[in-house]
């Protein structure tokens, strides 16, 4: 019979398999958002893009009276073509990285977990880098929910490195 330590131990691996699984597949949810965003960024022409974000800025600073509002009709006054297609090939390449290391963790592939945490962290530290230098309330945001995956990732590694193998 297994004792109570024991299975507090399996109670609490259980938990944090279970966190770290809904945390991962939110986190490949969002990916491959990112993912549909930048072939659209890449799809529709530049210019329609820039007329679009620019008239969502135009009605949100009529429409909104927050904070939150006017942070994001400033974002959006920045945006050129330019900036359309950096954000696609970011987005794209960021959302295929995240997708390839996410569907090796949900099949539970041990190199999956450090390379994740690696490239994670590389990201995190490009947005820190974002909100020192433009303060976006969306990259924080962002980069708050990597951190907590970060997190519920090595705590699931650590168990699964504890685990006699098979």
């Not at 900036?83 to 970011?90: C, D, E, G, L």
């Amino acid at each position: 019979m297994e004792s109570t330590a024991e299975l507090n131990e399996l109670r609490t691996e259980k938990t944090v398999y279970e966190l770290f699984r809904w945390s991962v597949i939110l986190k490949g949810v969002i990916s491959l958002g990112e993912v549909v965003v930048g072939l659209a960024l890449l799809a529709i022409p530049k210019d329609t893009i820039v007329v679009l974000v620019q008239g969502a800025g135009t009605w949100l600073s009529t429409h909104a009276d927050s904070a939150i509002a006017g942070h994001v009709v400033t974002e959006l006054t920045k945006f050129g073509s330019g900036t359309a297609v950096f954000v696609a090939i970011y987005l794209l390449s960021r959302g295929l990285i995240k997708c390839l290391l996410i569907y090796a963790l949900l099949r539970n592939i041990l190199w999956a977990y450090p390379a994740s945490l690696t490239v994670l962290g590389l990201f995190v530290i490009y947005q820190i880098y974002e909100i020192l230098t433009l303060g976006s309330v969306f990259v924080i945001a962002i980069t708050l929910f990597d951190l907590v995956v970060m997190y519920f990732i090595w705590r699931e590694w650590r168990i699964v490195l504890k685990r006699p193998a098979v």
